[in-house]
């Protein structure tokens, strides 16, 4: 079993559609959180980060954590043809300065 | 962005050759690290430096090799390369005074023949 565990997808959304991506994990020692977005071709871009649970807001996304069941959610709102990209969870201890990634999530959201 | 540059972007070799690929960063990063990025396998560490001449070995270690001679270079080795170690390789940074965020170059295409 994967550290990290990710659906694939792909995901496809109409326009303006709100995205639920997951992911879940295994070690109880992760303690801090982060959700990459890597267009065809490109690097991952650290798109957020947090180490607690709770919720997390940058504009249109959000980021959630929920420790006890160890489960990692991005929501896009309003969803647009530009956030179409694979989306990468990424989780990791506080001491070392490791990132286990999961296998990334494939959107796409059509006009 | 962190600055960070890597190459070559593409490079076609053929199997039993050496290669390297160069990451250079301009942001005095701590931390710098060499991924591989395969469909179905996601992103898996290969090895990682925690400063000048300090390495480690990640998930994927085996017939790959690092050097940092300085804060700004971290080179990944293949001493022969083989078809099986075909991918996208990815140069990331960290700043090392307490953000665990990571922030990646734009990727190295190998393509072993």
């Known amino acids: 079993q994967k550290e990290v565990e990710q659906d694939p997808g792909p995901l496809s959304v109409p326009e303006g559609a709100i995205v639920s991506l997951n992911c879940t994990y295994s070690n109880s020692a992760f303690q801090y959180f982060m959700w990459y977005r890597q267009y065809s071709r490109k690097g991952p871009e650290l798109l957020m980060y947090?180490?607690?649970?709770g919720n997390k807001e940058d504009g249109r996304f959000t980021a959630q954590v929920d420790k006890s069941s160890k489960y990692i959610s991005l929501f896009i709102r309003d969803s647009q043809p530009s956030d179409s990209a694979t989306y990468l969870c990424?989780?990791?201890?506080?001491?070392?300065?490791?990132?286990?990634f999961g296998q990334g999530t494939e959107l796409s959201v059509k006009p | 962005d962190a600055g960070i540059t890597q190459s070559p972007r593409h490079k076609v070799t053929e199997t039993g050759t050496p290669v390297t690929l160069r990451c250079h960063q301009t942001e005095n990063h701590r931390y710098m690290y060499w991924y591989r990025q395969d469909p179905g396998h996601g992103l898996r560490l290969i090895h990682y430096s925690y400063g000048v001449k300090d390495t480690d070995k990640g998930e994927v270690s085996d017939g790959y090799s690092v050097s940092r001679s300085k804060t700004e270079d971290f080179l990944l080795t293949l001493e022969s390369a083989t078809s099986s170690q075909t991918s996208v390789y990815f140069c990331a940074t960290r700043t090392g005074a307490g953000g665990k965020e990571q922030y990646f170059g734009p990727g190295t295409r190998l393509t072993v023949t």
């Open positions: 990424a989780s990791g201890e506080v001491e070392g300065g490791k990132l286990i």
């Open positions: 947090t180490y607690s649970s």
